[in-house]
């Protein structure tokens, strides 16, 4: 058991989604050094534990495009993020999970938590509620 | 709210303090909300002062309030159909009511503070917020008192508690205590917070006063509340040890005047000498076992300094040991200051500067007077005036509380007229 007290409150599930990101330097995503089978292994956990409700990798950066609108309406349409960007999301998951403390331990399991990589943990805002 | 209002409810939070962190905690285990949980318990408290003084007090105060509190709640969930949603209350509360830990001995209520405590010190909340939830919820102060102790104006501390307390519900921050293999991860941010309102207390960070004693002994209080919660722990003995060991000396620390006394000029007389007795057995718990943590060795290190008869006396070895050991847990400027002065005790006041120069660089060290003072004091002593003057000089220039000023002034004017 992973954790010393059961839950006392009966309540429904949380949604978080775990944004894994990579820092960006000179315009170039810097790599965790990951890899591809440690993010099947990872995946493969979530979906045993049943925390799993959907996610996905992302392309890479060379493939990103920007829309932005303007108050005139006009599209602008530029390659790549802003060139600010400091951080890119390489993909996502979003899990169900009890509590802010699962959804940490989840975020630092992944391959994306080590080294150079962060993952961002949100809840999901479930807009109206029903039971 | 006008001023005779706002006396008078902080003057009935008062009485209540302790009794209220009690029922906030049963009452956040029960309803899941904070907010809920706050409005509740001041409703019942304030019922209490309503009856108590005509029918008399209850035979179990504890369990009347909660009972109140808990009835208010039921009928507050039965209007607002979408609070009572959101929390699942009508099915949880049939279903926590047997998962409640036993009752203190000398008490009528189950103790659930310990799991608040991990709650208002969470790990995912702003560190300066851990210590004012701590502040609010469990030492039970009105969040005018809470923004007080922090110096901050009372619309700001109640918009970070807001803050807080909206990240608490709405990331769902668990409200319970960590099974043993987290302990040792999640009670460091719960010792900083009870920590940080003691240290915010005892040496304000800026303001006219040097100490506010009060902020001292409600973080004191939490201290206690903690030991008895966490008895096996050796880091909350060393936590509440150190605090003892510091507070022993409270009254020494300024003059008549208001003036700050250092540890090398204070009267030992008058150190509190239970206090340091009470401390110095909890450094016994602290250092016995396994390799002691940060608290329980700053801990022997104050009391290194309160056993001493004078400054000749202090076992300078042990505390420049205790100091390597420190850094070693925690490497930090501020510490390798502090063991600088201490080799300055043992070796001379050349063998302290040497030290204290290798730290001139230091990032973490711009802007901490302390630094500045200590090179002053060491060079004083070695007769370098000019250099002290210019030490003490910017030590002024960085330095928050009025005593400290007052203080870095005069030794300023004894080095030039020297």
Known sequence: MLYGDTPHREEPNVKYMLLFMSPMVDGEVVDNGCSFEDWIRYDREMKDAGVWVSGHPLQDLTTCTTVQVGPDGDRTITDGPFAETRELLGGYDIIDVPDLDAALDWAARSPGAVGTGSVQVRPIAEIDVQV | ?418
């Not at chain 2, 002024?396 to 009025?402: A, F, K, R, S």
């Open chain 2, 1 to 418: 709210m006008p001023g005779e209002a706002a006396a008078v409810g902080s003057s009935v939070e008062a009485v209540f303090r302790e009794e209220r962190g009690r029922l906030l905690a049963s009452l956040v285990r029960r309803f899941g909300d904070l907010d809920l949980a706050e409005e509740v318990a001041s409703e019942a408290i304030e019922a209490a002062l309503t009856h108590w003084p005509t029918d008399g007090v209850p035979g179990r105060p504890g369990a009347w309030l909660l009972t109140t509190a808990r009835r208010r709640a039921v009928d507050r969930l039965r209007r607002d159909r979408v609070l009572a949603t959101r929390l699942a209350v009508l099915r949880a509360e049939a279903e926590r009511a047997d998962h409640a830990p036993p009752a203190d001995a000398d008490r009528d209520l189950p103790d659930d503070r310990l799991a608040l405590f991990f709650t208002c010190a969470h790990p995912a909340l702003a560190a300066q917020d851990r210590g004012a939830l701590t502040l609010r919820f469990l030492a039970g102060l009105t969040t005018t008192e809470v923004a007080r102790a922090f110096l901050v104006p009372p619309a700001t501390m109640a918009q970070r508690l807001v803050r807080a307390k909206r990240k608490i519900r709405d990331a769902r921050i668990p409200f319970r205590v960590p099974g043993p293999d987290e302990l040792p991860g999640r009670l460091p941010t719960v010792l900083q917070a009870v920590y940080s309102v003691f240290t915010e207390g005892y040496a304000a960070s800026s303001g006219p006063d040097l100490q506010r004693i009060d902020l001292a002994e409600e973080a004191i209080r939490l201290g206690r509340i903690l030991r008895r919660l966490l008895p096996a722990e050796r880091e909350v003995a060393g936590l509440l040890g150190l605090m003892l060991l510091v507070h022993a000396r409270r009254d020494a620390r300024t003059g008549p005047d208001g003036a700050l006394v250092l540890l090398d000029d204070q009267d030992r007389g008058r150190w509190d000498r239970p206090m340091i007795e009470e401390g110095c057995a909890l450094v016994v718990v602290a250092l016995t076992g396994r390799a002691p943590g940060p608290y329980g060795v700053q801990a022997a290190i104050a009391a290194l300094h309160d056993e001493a008869a004078d400054v000749a006396s202090t076992d300078w070895p042990q505390v420049v040991a205790l100091y390597d050991v420190l850094l070693g847990l925690m490497p930090s400027p501020v510490v390798a200051l502090n063991r600088a002065a201490a080799v300055a005790m043992r070796d001379g006041p050349e063998a302290g500067l040497a030290l204290l120069d290798e730290l001139a660089d230091d990032p973490r060290l711009r802007g901490h007077h302390p630094y500045p003072a200590a090179r002053a004091a060491l060079l004083r002593r070695l007769g370098r005036y000019d250099e002290a003057a210019a030490a003490y000089r910017s030590a002024l220039t960085l330095v928050g509380t009025e005593p400290e000023r007052a203080y870095l002034l005069s030794q300023l004017e004894e080095v030039t007229t020297e």
